[in-house]
Structure formats: structure tokens, C-alpha cells
């Protein structure tokens, strides 16, 4: 974004596809509800891996599954993302399609996280995210490291 947009906290239009969309700031709001996001995805993905464990216990211990068998894979469910987790997720092409989606949302309410990841080809990644407010290698092809810029 260019100096005024971001010391305004306006919009900016950006291109896609030939259309032109105009890009909401990264706010404090749009990374905590992408945390949420990711947050929630990890938790379904622990209890996944939970499931898994107690399944395969069930093999293991055909007459009834130990309790520390259940403790241990209990354990798994209370592990959270750190930052650098979440950050990482953003550093994917699924986060800065997530986080696309909230910034265009702002000012276009109808489009569909799914419209809003089609519209940037993978070679674009590092480029939008730096168009995004979001710092990174732009030149080398792969996604950068986001860190938010001030």
C-alpha cells in the first residue's frame, strides 16, 4: 500500500484478473479472526489425531484401552498453535488466500474465500501479500515470511 493508504487506514485499488478490487488495510481485527481461523483448523486436526490414537489403541488393547493410553492422546488435544505456527500458516498459499479473502471483503461483502483465491496465481503470492501490508521475499518465487509492516 502506498504511504497515504496506510496512514489513512484507506482503500486501494488492486488488479486481478483484469478487475479491479479495492484491498481494506490489514487490520489488528482481520489477524486475529485469521488466528481464529487457523486456530480452529488446528483444533479439528488434533482431534483427528486423537480419534486416530484411540482407534489404534483399540487394536492394541482389545479388552479396553488403559487409561494412560487416554491420557497421553488427551494431551494432544491441549497443544495450540504458537505465532510462529500462525504466521507460518500465512506464509501458505491457503493463509494469504484467507487473508486476501478479509481484505477484500471489507469492500466486496459477496465475494467467497474461494473467489478470493482464485484470483492470484501461485507466481503472485509474495507480491500480493506485500501489496497487503505484509513484508517478504517478492523475488525469489516463494512466498515470503508475513510480518505485519507499520
Sequence with gaps: MDSLSQATGTAQDIVLKGKTYKVGELTIGALA??????RAQKKEERKSIFADIIESAKETYPDGVPIEVFKEA????????????IMAEANG????????????SVY????TLEEAGNLVSVDKIGEILAVMGLEGDTDSGNPPTPTASS
Design 108 to 111: 466486496q461483502p459477496s465475494i
Design 33 to 38: 479472526k485469521f488466528e481464529n481461523h487457523v
Design 93 to 104: 498459499s491457503e493463509g494469504a488466500s484467507y487473508l486476501l479473502w478479509l481484505m477484500l
Design 74 to 85: 488427551s494431551a494432544t488435544l491441549s497443544v495450540k498453535p504458537s505465532s510462529d505456527d
